[in-house]
């Protein structure tokens, strides 16, 4: 099978004129999920604050004069903050063209229907550990049967080992009701059969200002059989995202989409070696305001958004055996020659 020697994400908003923004203000969350690092989920780091927030958009506009700004808000769990809808009602004053949150849907319908006043795109993020079906099902149609048509609500599916059933009838609920989503697959620390996986969850990263120099990937890597069965494995080896955010090429110049979870899925995520534009079109603001071009901490620290944004125009050569994460695998990459 050919593998992709260049894919970019091909969204109107990734352009030239385009700064995007991923920004983990919080990590605290109301759910402790086995398959999540502790560097999306603790209850003991800092939250930005709504001045903090305001200082580093600004810092950002100040660096990036005339650039369209988007802004993904990530966690955690990013509704849990105190004065989210404020810091999104303050975001779209300051001139933020779109704003995205990912989030498990654990609040009331109702906030998460007022956040779209300045909300453009959600994707709510199904948890089988901690998620009641039923409950999520009639929160999801209720927040997209209440959003205007220019608006984008989304559906990820975290395929957990030990639940292929019931994984199969969200699918077929999703496709019955028209819903796009996009199926994950995850490295848990149990299969819901109760057999232990005896390997890590969290083996390096970025937490806060500290690179870990381990880092080899975030969870996902080839080895899955040691937690997926055989049928599992089929559903995921067969299985096509309803999203296609990224253009590809192969070797012999053949181009397709896909959608940038496909690349995990199907073992493409190998791009060491790999010229990367990670940090010239997007970076990362961690909660204490430390800025780098990805959780994989490529290129080191590059800044904190509370004293300055910083500029990027080069990209770098990746380190890494394994692109796990969304603005890393979205970036515009080439494989050298």
Not at 66 to 73: F, P
Not at 118 to 133: G, I, K, P, R, V
């Amino acid at each position: 099978m050919n593998k992709p020697v260049m894919c970019e994400y091909i969204s109107p908003n990734l352009k030239e004129d385009t700064i995007n923004i991923e920004w983990r203000f919080s990590v605290k969350c109301n759910y402790d999920c086995s398959y999540c690092m502790p560097l999306l989920h603790n209850n003991n780091t800092h939250v930005t604050t709504f001045e903090e927030m305001k200082i580093g958009i600004r810092n950002i506009k100040k660096t990036n004069p005339g650039k369209k700004i988007t802004i993904a808000l990530a966690g955690g769990e990013p509704f849990i903050h105190p004065r989210i809808l404020d810091i999104l009602k303050m975001l779209k004053k300051e001139g933020v063209v779109k704003i995205h949150i990912s989030t498990n849907l654990s609040l009331p319908a109702d906030t998460y229907i007022k956040s779209f006043e300045w909300l453009d795109a959600l994707t709510t993020s199904f948890h089988f550990e901690n998620t009641d079906t039923q409950i999520f099902k009639t929160k999801f149609l209720k927040i997209s049967k209440s959003i205007s048509s220019d608006k984008n609500i989304k559906f990820l599916l975290l395929l957990c080992p030990g639940k292929l059933s019931e994984t199969e009838e969200i699918i077929k609920w999703l496709n019955e009701n028209n819903i796009r989503y996009s199926v994950r697959k995850i490295k848990p620390l149990y299969r819901l059969d109760n057999n232990k996986i005896n390997q890590s969850i969290f083996n390096g990263g970025v937490v806060g200002s500290k690179a870990y120099p381990k880092y080899t990937g975030l969870g996902w890597d080839t080895d899955h059989n040691n937690y997926y069965n055989t049928k599992e494995l089929e559903l995921l080896d067969t299985f096509k995202n309803s999203y296609t955010n990224l253009l590809g090429y192969d070797t012999d110049g053949n181009e397709y989409k896909l959608d940038w979870n496909d690349l995990p899925m199907q073992n493409k995520n190998n791009f060491m070696g790999w010229e990367c534009f990670i940090g010239v079109h997007s970076f990362l603001i961690h909660e204490n305001g430390d800025i780098y071009r990805e959780n994989c901490g490529v290129g080191g620290l590059i800044g904190n958004i509370f004293i300055s944004a910083p500029k990027i125009d080069q990209p770098v050569i990746c380190p890494h055996k394994w692109c796990n994460c969304g603005f890393g695998l979205e970036a515009h990459k080439r494989k050298l020659k």
